[in-house]
């Protein structure tokens, strides 16, 4: 059956109010999509799809999963209420306004860097992923997950509600003005060639609140 006869399938059933055509089927065959179709109020599972971008103006009030998707880009301004998983999709960066309620996870993704107006209010995962930059005065109000990362250096001022894993990243010295408000976990990298006052006074006049766990 070919596109224009489904989309006429879709259209009569519609008028009866019998049935709406599906979302995804509607933005690849370029169909006008309605409010209350790029509002999806609870959570979605889009992971292991062929999905390769989603619908300008869409939102997730819940999760929004996309894991091992082959998802490439997300809209501008795109807003998720909870939680956000783009771990193994093909996603390269993250789009400006990008608004997540909780948990942002880039695990294991090919993203080099973050823009400067993500607002995350929960953890960041980036364990595995091949991030290179964070912006000077970076915040992430839960834990941050760099562990396995390309990243070689910290921004100042940068702030992490709770723990900070740098495990195994090619990181080798630590910034002024670093807060941490748990532990730092910095095992296989060459920080632990530095005794807990010489990372301490490395960072004033930030902290780290928590224990500088090396194993």
């Not at 495990?167 to 990298?189: A, M, N, Q, R």
């Amino acid at each position: 059956m070919n596109k224009e006869t489904l989309k006429r399938i879709f259209d009569f059933l519609e008028k009866k109010g019998e049935h709406r055509g599906p979302l995804f089927w509607k933005h690849k065959n370029n169909i006008p999509l309605t409010d209350e179709e790029l509002n999806i109020e609870g959570n979605l599972d889009l992971s292991d799809t062929n999905i390769t971008s989603l619908p300008k103006g869409f939102k997730v009030g819940g999760s929004l999963n996309l894991f091992d998707s082959k998802i490439e880009s997300l809209p501008e301004g795109f807003e998720v209420g909870e939680h956000l998983t783009l771990t193994y999709s093909r996603i390269k960066s993250l789009p400006k306004g990008l608004q997540v309620g909780k948990d942002l996870v880039l695990s294991n993704t090919s993203i080099k860097m973050l823009p400067e107006d993500l607002d995350v209010k929960g953890s960041i995962d980036l364990m595995g992923s091949n991030i290179k930059f964070l912006s000077k005065g970076f915040i992430v109000y839960g834990y941050l997950d760099l562990t396995d990362t390309e990243l070689t250096s910290l921004p100042e001022g940068l702030k992490v509600g709770k723990w900070l894993s740098l495990s195994s990243s090619k990181i080798t010295s630590l910034p002024k003005g670093l807060e941490v408000g748990d532990d730092l976990f910095i095992s296989w990298t060459t920080l632990t060639k530095y005794t807990d006052d010489e990372l301490r006074k490395m960072i004033k006049p930030g902290f780290i609140k928590g224990e500088i766990e090396r194993k």
